[in-house]
Every structure is written in C-alpha cells, then in structure tokens.
C-alpha cells in the first residue's frame, strides 16, 4: 500500500501539470479580446458612462438659488457650494472618476491586444484606443485638476495616468505630467486616424471629432497655434456646414421634437457623442427635486441667452434679439432652458416605469470647435480671422432676418462690450450680474481692450453653445472668472481666480485607498 | 458488550494452555439491520486471549481447539457465543442505537473508527409521507441541520444549512453525494434567490428527481473531520444519500401508496377583512375622492368600483339602456351585493385533490449478484389553481460479484418531471422608491391573500387597463416544465490481496429542463400590451410603444395578436472520474490501520438559453405573427428576445487519509485534499487549495476500567477532537476579466451597434473560502445505552470570504469583490434519545435535538444599498449576523396619521428618504433573519402492531419582516388587514394607534413622494416579528397487518399509515396574524407548505 500511494503521489505530482491546462478552460463564455475585430468591438466601452456636467453645471454660475421654498439635493447643494461631494449618484465624483478609469481600462486592453499589430486596422483602432484613454484622462483632470497653469503645473497635483492593463497607479504626480501624457496620447494617436472601420462613426472618435478634441486640449494646454491647426483640420473648408443650422429648428412643434433632433446623428454639427447616465437631464428642467438651483429667469436674462450682447437687448423679442436659442426656450421663472441635452429614459420595469435616465451629450460639435479656434485667433490676436469664426457662428445661431442680427467687427464688439457693465463680485443680485465678470487668466496674459472684449464675446458664445455641457465651469477656471454663488439667507458665496476648489474632490473611497486629497485653503472653506 | 469487556479483562489474567487440537475456521460476520458485513469485529475463542478482528469483508479466520466456542463481539452489538462452523455467517443484532458504519460517499469507516461529527437518518423514520421532495424531511432530523421551508412548491429546495452559514456571497449550501457522486445544480441559485419565487427556483432542489422510498438513508456530515475528504467542496456541510441495494438470497417486492388531501387555507387563519368591512372602507375612499369615476373608471387597474363606473358607462342596444342605470338606488344595489359577496378565495383557488405517490421496488439477489430495481409515479392534482405535477421515477442497482475479487456495482436513475405552475415574471426592486414588485403576478396564495373579497370571482375587472379575472388568466397564463434527470455509474473493485481494495468510479449525468411560459392571446398580460380603449388609456398605458421616430404620434401596440410563449431551457452534463485505493490492516491485533487514497477529476458543462415567441396565436393553430415594432423598441430598449449562455465546470482532485487506532480505544486519523478548479485564478496558490484536517477519538469505553467504574450505568463514552481546514469556491468567478458582448443603450435604433464591454475586472488573486474549524464532541451512552446522549461544539472561522474591496479605481473600478472578508461562527449540538419504555409490547422512544449557532461577520467592507438591509431576508453587515435584518426606526405618526421615521440626516420624517443610499448606520438592528436556535422533539410510541408517533419542529432566534399591508393609495382591489380597524381617523389618534391612515386626496397631491413613507413604515420597527416557531409537524398512526393474516394473503407485510403533517404551530409571534415564519411571500411561484393528511399503504411480497 505504501508503494501504491508513493507510486499515486508520483503519479499526481506528474499528472498535476497536465491538470493545469485541463483547468485553463474558461469558466462561461466570457470574450477575450484577440482579433481586431473584437477589438474594435471592445472600444465601443472605452468611452465613459457617466458624466461630469451635473457637477460642472451646478458649480458654475449658470445656475442661482431659487430660494429655500424649493428643493435641493445633497449632492447639488454641495457641487452649488463647493463642497466636497460624498454621495454615490450617478453623477457624482464617485461615479465619474470610476466610469473614466473604467474606460481607460478598456483602452489599455485594448491596446494591450493589439500589440505588435502593426496592419493599417490595428492602427486605426490603436488611434481609437490611444484616443478613448486621453479623453477620459482629460475628462478626470478637467473635474478633479486645477486648470493648466504653466507657471504652477509642476505644484498642482494631477491624476494617476494607467498605462498598463490591471495594473494600479497609487500616485498622481502633477498636472504637468497628465497634461504631458495626455498630449502624448493624442499626438500619437492623430497620424493614425482612420474612419473606414467604424459602423456608427458618431459614437467614435471619428477623424473629426478626434480633432476637434486635439483642438480643445490645446486650447486649455494654451498652445495656441496647435489649436488652430487641429480645429481646422476638424471644420474643413466650409464651416458652417459643421454649425448647428439653429433656424431649421424654429417649425419644430415642441419640447421632444427638438431634442429628437438635436442628438441625431444625422446632425452635421454633431461630431461625437457621448451617452451617460445622468440626472441632469431632468435636473436642468427644473424637476421638483432640483428646483432650488436651476438656470433661472435672472440668469437668463442678465447672462445667457436673453442677456445684453452685441446681438441682443437683454429681451426675448425676436426684434431685440437676434438668437435663434433666445427664442426656444421652456420652463418655469425657476428652471428655464432649451430642450437639447434633456433626459432620455431607458424604461427597465414598464409597471413600475422605473429605469436609467439618460443624457446624451454631444461632446464635440462643429460650433465649440469652431469657437475653440476663434478663442485661439484672438489670444494670437488674429482678429479678423477670429472674427470670422465668430460670424459663422453667429450666422448659423442667428435669425438674420433679425433687426437685431449684425455682422460683428472689432469696431462694434468694442462698442458694445464698452456699453456692458463690469459685474461686481460679490454681486448684491443676479439681476445685476453681466456677461462680464472680471477676468484672471490662470498662467497666461490678454491684453485690456480689443482682446478682452473680443474674449467676452466668444466666451459668451461658448457659454450659449455648451449650456448643459459644463464647458463653461471650464472656461471659469481657464480665465480665472471670479463671480458669486447667492445664498437664500446665507452669506453670499465668491469663486476667486485660481480657487482651490475648482479642483473637485476626489471620492471619499478613492482618499481612503491611499490618494493624495485635493488641498483646501481653510480660508475660502467658510 | 459486557461480555466482551469481561474477555478482555479474563484474558488478561488467563493463561491458556494450547494443548487442545486446533481447527481453522473461517466465517464472516455481518449486521442484521442492514446486511452489511461488519469491519473490525473482535472473534476470540471462549475462554482464551487469542483472536482476530474481521476485515473490511467482514470475514475471519481463526483457529479455535475442537470443542472451543467462539465469542464475537462488537462495539454497540450483542455479543453472541457460537460454535464455530466452516463458512459460518454469524449475525449480530444491534443492542443500541449506535450505527456501526459511517458512509462518507467515498469510503464506509467504522464508526469507532471515526473522528468526526456525523448523525445518520433512516430514511425510513425521518420520511415525510406525502412530502415528495426528500430533503425537506431532514427538517429536525439532526442536530445542527436546520431546513426552512422558504416555499413548499414541488422542485423549490429548502433553505438547508448544516451549522449555519459559511459564506456571505456565496449560497452556504451543502454538498450533496448521491451514492458516491456529487450532484450538481442544474442552475446555481443562491440562498437569497431560493425565497424569490422566481420560475428558476423550481429546479432548485437537486434531489427532486430522487423516489423517497429509493432511499436508504441519509449521513449528514457536519465538521471538518467528517467532510474533510470533500476538502475544498464542503465548507458547507455534505450530505451524503445512500439509495437502496439488492441483498443476497431475499428476494422482495414492496409496493408503496401515498395518497395525500391538503387542506385549503382558511380566514379564520388570517387576518384579512370580510366584505363587509372591506366595502366600509371603499366607500370611505370614496367620500375622500380617492375612488371617484374620474380616478377609478380609466385607472390602469380597478375592482368593484371601477366595474360599476364601467356598467355605468356602457350602453347596451340589447336594452336600449346602460348596463347599470345612473341612479343612486342602483348604484347602492350594486354595493350592496359586493358587500354581501365575502368571496372565499381560498375554495376558488385551492382545492383538496387528492395526490398520489406510488412506488414499486423490486430485490433480489443471489451471492452472486443483487439487484434492486424501483419505478414510482407521483402524481399531483394540484393544490392550487394550475400546479399540476406528475413525476415518474426509475432506478435500478446492480452488483455483481465476477470473482473473489473483483466486483461490478451498475447504478442507473431516471426520472422525468412534467409540471405546471402559475406564469410568472422575476421579482425587482424598485431601488427608488422601496417598492418590491412582480410585474402580472398571479400567485394563487398571495392573490388569495392580496384581492378583496369584495370581488365576483367569475366578473372580469380591469388590471393593466385590461379585463382580468385570476381563473381566466390562470388558465390562459402558465408554465410547464418538463424535466429530466438521467444518472449512470459503474463502479468496478478490485482486491488483488485482502487488505487492498482497488476501485475505480465513473459516472455521467445529464439534466435537462425546459420551462415553457405560455401566455395565450386572451390573457390579460397579453391584452394589456393592446389596452387602448380610449386616448387616456392610450397615453397612460406603459404597455404601449411610442415611435421615437415618429414625432407627435400616438402610442401603439407592439402585440397587435397573439401572446407570447417564452422558453427557458436549462441543460447540464458532467461526468465523474474517481479512482482509490484503500488499505486496511490490524497488527498485532491491536493496531488497526486503515490508509485510503485516490484523485478524481470532473466536468461539469451547462447551458441555459431563452427565446421569446412574440405574437404566437394559440388560437389559430399555434401560428406565429409579430409586429416589427416589437423588435424595434426591444432594441431601442436593450431587451433582447433570445439568450443563450454556457458554463464550463472543471476540477482535479487528490485526496488521502489515514487513521490508526491502537485497541480501538485511541483513534488519530489525518486526511488531505489537494483540489483545482477552473473558476479561480491562473496561478497555482490560487487555483490550488489544499485542505486538512487531523482529529482524535477516545472511546474511554473500551478502556479496561471503564466498565467497572460505571457498571451499567454509563455503558458507552466517546470523546472526540478535529481541526480543520475546508473550503468552497467562491460566488464570483472574475480570475480572468469578464468580458461580455452588450448593446449600448442609444436613443435611436439608427445607432445601434453591439459592443464588448468588462463585466467584471480581474482578480488573478481570487482564491477559494475558506474555514477553519474546531470540533469537539462526546458520545455518551446510558443504562445499556438505553439513553444516548450526543453533545458537539465547535468553533468555525470563516475567512478569504468574498466581500467588497476599495481601491484607488486606476485599475477600473473602485469597488470590487475579492476575498477580503471574514465571518466566525459558533454553536453547540444537543441529541438525547431514549427508550423511556421497552417492553415486549410497549415501546416508547424519546428523541430531541437542539442546536444553535450563532455567526457573526467579522470583516466586511459593506457596500450595500439601504433598501437591500430592509427588505425579507436583509444582508450582511460587520460586526452582526450573517444576513440580518434592519429597520427604519418607526417614531408614530404624525398630525395626519403618515408613519414618521428617523432618515439618514437624523431627521424624523415621513417621505424625505433615500432608499439607495449607502448610509446605514442609523437603521434599528432587528436580529438575524436565520434562526439561531433549532430542533425537534419526537415521541413514538408502540404497541403490538400499532405505532403512533408525535414530531414537532422548532426554530428561535430571528426576526420575520411582516408582509406589507400598507400603502400610500389603494385601489377598490385590494385586501386589507383587520388592522385597519384600528387606523388613524381623526387628529388625536396619533396618540392612541400606530396604523396609518389612508391618505386623503390633498395629502396624495401636497406630497408626490407620499408612497415612500409607507414603503418605510412596512419596513420601519413597528413591522418586524420574531420568527420563534414551535410546529406540530407530525402526528402519525400506523397499523403493521399481523403475520397471521398475512399469511393467509401470501403476503410478507403490509401496513397502513395516517399521517397529518404541517398541522399546526404551537406557537409563534402573534404580531405575524397568520403569516408562517418559515416562509417568504414574494408571490411567483412560492406557496406555503400545505397542511396534510396522507394515507400510505405499505404492501411487501
């Protein structure tokens, strides 16, 4: 017997390596990712499910207080005041850091997949991939970074940047270097563009939307020039075939009929889109539960669509205001807005009509990209060609049977920017608020006069282009925009230039996991 | 026994002489209960010291001097002195309650031989007539078993845990070895699932395909020690099923007859209001606007209101009148029946039909071969409205001895399932609003307890906006199941010496299961998807499908004709591979070893696919006919009308164990298994868990002093240890990234594309859980072993659990599940069994078992959402019981009469919560939902030819979530409890009562939210009961025909027996009004345990 069980022993010990691959068998059907063609399928999840825009839009100042009598959420209340957030909503910190390292993970499989590949296929993806990872890299620093500012990006702390398939990165080294390695990414991915593979270009980065990306990080890395070319290879030679053609939706008979339309991606200005799950839809529409900060009637009228410009009369007329958007907007006094990013929702359980609501977001059109060169014309103070962009766009979002419509010159911005009053901050009311608020570019320098009013003005028409995309938190942060945050019954709160609190709060799990905090000057906490 | 003891002790003392001439005998001894040759008997010749102890055969050679009796002697037997015969058979009766053999499924060990905690159960005495599926007659059967009856319909399994809980994710369920073959689950359904009453419960239970009267008995394998040959498979428990054998030169036919009436549920039982009250408070919703002709006749479901307001609204040319005329009188007449109607909906939906179980088995055998060969059909009217079962059975069992040496064991089962039930669509929760839901459920049982007996139940109402009436749509609305159970193995030994045995095991099973939902055209499911009768209906029905496309339309049926028939097919195959070796030997006389080594390897594949027949004509000859736009907004939807998935099982295993005894009187065994599997991680420590267990016995009886320190008063003494380490893999099967394909949800069609994306992330690390477990026992015997008493206690540690980890997120995700979680758990088992009486023709036999465990979770990162801790079977949390049971902290009602609670910001209010949130801590801990303390009490009683016998069940320790009642609205359908009574009215009574008012119209509009405060109020500390049961779970009487008559029949036996099961409870929380606390009322397929009356006729030729 002893033999036997030594002779068994050895057996085994023989046979346990065999056993090892009768063991690699795959549990259930799960894909590896091992052919191009399921690597190009896998990509289709390397673009980020939820969203930063609630965040951003509640942060900044195209949203004011209704007052106590309405309703607000913890986590709106919070992003209002900037604080750090600490509920697990869809669209809170938690959940966006998670979704944009969920989709670098992809990328990073992905690429892990296709290397060595070196076919004109494997490229293209390659190029998707690279792509996919930068933008939710860029997406992470944009929430949870202080804006690129050259002179304090060694200080500033960045994100952990993965390069490598399920492997953790426990440090966040500096802005700097995420701005380096997202700028990497994106400059190795564009010599290897190449659209022929995608089935439904419009939820890809597609030639142009990978440009107009290219464009809009340059514009916050501050390379000028870059930005140019990039936003020109996106547009082409005829722009305004790339702008949202804002008169054909004046017949349309509603609130859903617009929205339809304008997430189409039959939509030319529609480069790339973007699908999250997100409350904002419904947040922006002033739903019971979010009608304490909304995009009110003041706002409206003293700094969006229906504010004083060099094409309006801070009025809704169509004599007094030549905005195509000034004229399609819905709501209440409390919650007005234009229907474009509303919810769309994904029913799970018809009895209970319960489900996901979803935004779709077209993170790349055809009229920021076009606004993003204009701002880069300008800061290159090439106002004619700056001017250009913004005619185009004005053409495009502008009745131009409009008395109010006009061909904008130096001459007549200076004029009417001049005519415009400083706001104040802290302002004593929205009402008294303005599209200019003062401006501290974060590590870069314009000049009083022509270029800051030319700034004004394209940053307005930015603000108009992107309402429920959160470029406009952006932009405060990039020009450093101080403005107020009013208070029903509290002490009024001030966003200063550079504000430490530009930079969201990481998630409360990923601190506890070891991640440096976001510092917090105690001073402006209060 | 004595005796033997008194020849250990002569032969100390005597020398003997040898001078007598000697003859070599050899003989074999063997049991009388069963048959079985006993390992390890002591043969000495009378009056001398020298002696053998028998082989695994049972056989002997001893020389014994001519005119020498022998004495052979053994452990729990009568001791018997014989003179000694060539090829002598020497059987030797029980003299105790003790069982001589523990089977393990792999290997029979003597039973003093044997370290680890075990209790075996005769099939026979623990059998439930009338119960069809075997495993829910463990209920109370051993010590440490606790089984809950979470359904009672056939194919659900119990809740079985053998000492608790092992695992927090995973489903803590016992191996199950069937004649030394694992079974496998068909499909994986984990603890919390098995009480959802979701359709894939019913092919839960492994063992539904198994005759009960096939089966010899059960050994339930409770510590490390007992299991340890299971090693990295048994963390929870084995139970190991013995089925009936052929036995040599008895040839018997026995033919089994159950016949079974359950009784239908009564409303003396419940509380639920009569018409009467029931209309009372219609009509107060009435005066409150909550019921009006606006609200009720459009409303998407309606009942004796909405009819009337229908009648009322239609005309009839036939009459030239309204059906019902617009005048108060007649409107008040129709009341007036409605309240006189006290619609029993128990005698409309349940009924006593009688259910039949019979069963043929057949035995033969020569020395040479046995067979044993059985066929049984079971057969189930119903006890509710469409729950038809008919099962078919059959087994045969093979031996065959080809040589001395070798043998041949053949076993094959098949059975086939054909099965009806109620159709049903998975339950979910709503996470917004706390709302647990069924989507069209027609569960007999809970519509019965759900619909006001105000209802004609021949009168079509409205449900879904369309007509509905539960006979209707029970008959136009079900499910068949067909399964099939096929088992085959051959099991070949080889003794190439006698104290080897060589054998080698194979065995293939296959399982199929087709569940075939059918949804006529005339159902009210299948009506609803083309409610339109109006444009309000148009608009409101979910039902309906508005065209994205299509701006500025008007919804439109996607089922334009014809229902649905949506298939689910599971299917499993595996196949076992196990060869051993065993070596058994005595040295010297005093040495016993026994050495038992072998691998074993298996596969596993299943497969489960679903296909959605949309538009099928049942009517029309079963034609086919569908509307694009159904595929068109499933796709706008993500639904997808056909999935097939598989999975692939593989595990290797090596396993030895070695136990020596010196005398018998110490035992030390060792046992190691060395087991991969393919649902863990690449690298070997991950993928390859050993296991271990070394344990010790001392049977203090065997000691020479032992009997002459106690006498008979204390006959029999065993103290036993273990430590062990077991295993089991873990829930989660992410080693390698899950990748799946997914479609994107997009807005439009046009956008469409199908993606792969990451399910779950890799984890290379992820390994088995594990345990480590300290046991120790002591079996005592007294008076003769007239009283055994059976007392273990153990220590479990529970680690490498698989819980949530927090990490940075760089990776992909910010929380994962990994094996970070811990969980000890502690208890102590009582079995007492007595012959209070024995006389030749009284006996009366005692038996009670108690045990209790108690778990606690030790470390676990807990990510659950705040609904998920309030609702039935709560979850886990660090620092209590594993699953427990937690509540919003009830603080009255308010000015109004809403329920107040305290919510997540400390503040007490009424609708102002957040089901989803994470923050948990300020919730009221109730108790766990797993009772602590379980057990039975057994009395039988004999006399002569009569045996009666009294089994009641009990179990202690947790809380019960009372079904809720109460609701922000209710509809002229709904049942109310008597509670009712006793609700707030006016303001003040906040003061007196708890029960919630019925919100008036204005607080229904001032507050949307006003649902959420009584989803918390039926979750909130005022609804919670203490799940303490004692039930009378049997009472039996049976007659054994005497010899005498049977002779004249030419029969061998015959009996009959009347058995009442399930009869009542002794006690329980009287906050539960009739709701059993065994069993979880989630409608779907889920019914109660019936209450029961069997006949069994027990015929032997």
Redesign the interface.
Known sequence: ?KK??IL??AA?ML?LAS??S????????????NSLD?AK?????AYPNHSPNFVFFMSGDNVTDNGVLYTAQPNQTNAYKWEPIET??NDDP?QV??AN??A???AN?ALEALAGDESADAQALRAEALLCRAFAMFQNANMFCMAWNDSKADEYLGI?Y?KVA?????ERGTLRQTYENINADIEAALPLLNDGYL??P??HFNQKAAYAFAARFNLFYQNWDKAIEYATKALGGNPIALLRDMGSYAT??GV??IH?KW???GENCNLM?V?AVSINGRANRGS?SYKRFCHNMDVLKTQTMWAKTPWSESASAATKNALQEARRMYGSNQAVYIPSLIE?F?????????G?A?V?DPVFTGDETILTRAEAYIMKKDYDKALADMNTWLTAHCDVTSPKFLTLTVDNVNTALDAIRMTEVPSRAVGEESIKKPLNPQGFTVEEGTQTNMIYVVLQMRRITTMYQGQRWLDIKRWGIEFTHHLDGEDNLVFKAGDLRGAIQL?N??I????EPNPRETATQN | MEKRLMMFLAGLFLSLGMAFAQTKVTGTVISQEDDQPIIGASVLVQGQRSGTVTDVDGKFTISVPSGKKITISYIGMETQTVTPKNGMTVTLRSSAELQEVVVTGMQKTDRRLFTGSTTKVDAEKAKLDGVADISRSLEGRAAGVSVQNVSGTFGTAPKIRVRGATSIYGSSRPLWVVDGVIMEDVTEVDADQLSSGDAETLISSAIAGLNADDIESFQILKDGSATSIYGARAMSGVIVVTTKKGKSGQTRINYTGEFTMRLKPSYSNFNIMNSQEQMGIYKELEANGLISFGRTYRASSSGVYGKMYQLMNTYNPATGSFMLSQTEEAKNAYLREAEMRNTNWFDELFSNAIQQNHSISMSTGTDKAQYYTSFSIMDDPGWTEQSKVRRYTASINAMYNVNKKVTLNMIANASYRNQRAPGTTSQ?V?A??G?V?R?FDINPYSYAINSSRALDPNEFYTR?YAPFNIHNELANNFMNLDVVDLKYQAELKYKPIK??ELAVLGAYKYSTTTQANEIHENSNMAQSFRAMDDATIRDNN??LYSD?DK??TKPESVLPVGGFYRETKYKMSSWDFRAT?Q?NDVFNEDHIVN?Y???E?NDTQRSRSYFNGVGMQYDMGYLGSYDYLFFKQSAE??AMYYSL????????S?F?TATYSWKGRYVINGTTR?E????LG?S?SA?WLPTWNVSGAWNAHEEPWFQKTFKTALTHATLKASYSLTGDKPAV?NS???????N?????A??????????D??N?DLTYEKKHELNIGVDLGFLNNRLNVQFDWYRRNNYDLIGMR??????????EYANVASMRSHGEELSISSKNIVSKDFKWNTDFIFSHVKTKITELDNRSRLIDMVTGTGFAKKGYAYRSLFSFDFKGLNANGIPQVVNEKGEVVTSDIYF?S?DIDYLVYEGPTDPTITGSLGNSFTYKNWHLNIFATYAFGNVVRLDPAFYASYSDLDAMPKEFKNRWTVSGDENKTTIPAIPDLRQLQAD?KLSYAFNAYNRSTDRVAKGDFIRMKEISVAYDFPQTWLNALKLKSASIKLQGTNLFLIYSDKKLNGQDPEFFNTGGVAVPMARQFTCTVRVGL
Not at chain 2, 806 to 815: E, H, P
Request: aromatic share 10%; net charge neutral.
């Open positions: 017997m036997l069980s068994s022993l085994g046979a056993c090892d009768y063991l690699d068998k795959l549990p259930d059907d799960r894909a590896e990712v399921k399928k896998f990509l289709v999840s697990e909503n938690k850091w998670n390292y969920e670098v993970a992809v499989m952990p993965p399920g492997v953790s990165v426990n089935t439904v419009k939820y349309l008979a859903d009929d339809n997430i189409r991606s889109f699908d019971s769309d994904e029913i799970r359980d018809k009895i209970n009509q319960t996901y979803h779709v998630p799990d990923v506890e996991a070891g991640l | 979910s709503d917004v609003t709302n839901s989507d879904n104290k080897v979910p039902w994205p701006p500025n070796a070596y050495l080594g072998g691998m390897i939807q993500n998935s598989n999975s692939y099982g593989r595990e290797v090596f030895a060395y991969g599997s393919n649902r690449k070997r993928r099967t390698q990234a899950i990748i799946q394909s997914f994107p949800w997009r807005p439009f046009s956008d469409k594309e199908s993606g792969l994306q990451i399910y992330f890799a290379p927090t990490t940075n997120g760089t990776k992909g995700t910010i929380n989803q994470r949307t």
